[in-house]
């Protein structure tokens, strides 16, 4: 009886303590309003996503068996700004992205850095890979 309660102790004790999978959902901090800029940085994110997921995309090609996604709402704003000066229309962008596989299973943490122009002309200037996970 003193046996069997040690091994169900042991074994809850097991579950609770091992590390669960971390993800992306844990990392996502929801916007608490709604505002002007959110809803341009959002549009924004609509008319990035395909050159993110693009470069996400071919950074995890040999890595994954399946290509991970980047939603609109995995991405953080970390800097803009304008390369040629004021009222310059070549801007910088640097993102903070969770690449995602099936059900939001994070598989890491990258920063992109896209240059946009005329055109429009998207071009991507630096990829930084951060974890794995």
């Known amino acids: 009886m003193k046996r069997n309660v040690i091994i169900i102790f042991l074994t809850m ?3 609770l303590l091992s590390p669960n999978q971390i993800n992306a959902e844990n990392h996502y901090r929801p916007p608490q309003e709604d505002s002007t ?3 341009l940085q959002d549009m924004l994110m609509n008319f990035l996503d395909p050159h993110i997921n ?3 995309q071919d950074y995890y090609l040999d890595l994954l068996s399946e290509p991970p ?3 609109p709402y ?3 704003v970390v800097e803009s700004h304008r390369v040629n000066g004021f009222r310059g229309f070549i801007l910088s962008i640097t993102l903070d992205v969770i690449p995602v596989v099936g059900p939001h ?3 890491g943490q990258d920063r992109l850095t896209f240059e946009i122009s005329a055109g429009p002309e998207v071009k991507l200037v630096n990829y930084t890979h951060f974890e794995n996970r």
């Open 74 to 76: 995995f991405v953080d």
């Open 54 to 56: 693009h470069a996400v």
């Open 105 to 107: 299973i994070s598989v």
């Open 37 to 39: 800029e959110l809803r």
């Open 69 to 71: 996604l980047v939603y």
């Open 13 to 15: 004790a097991i579950i």
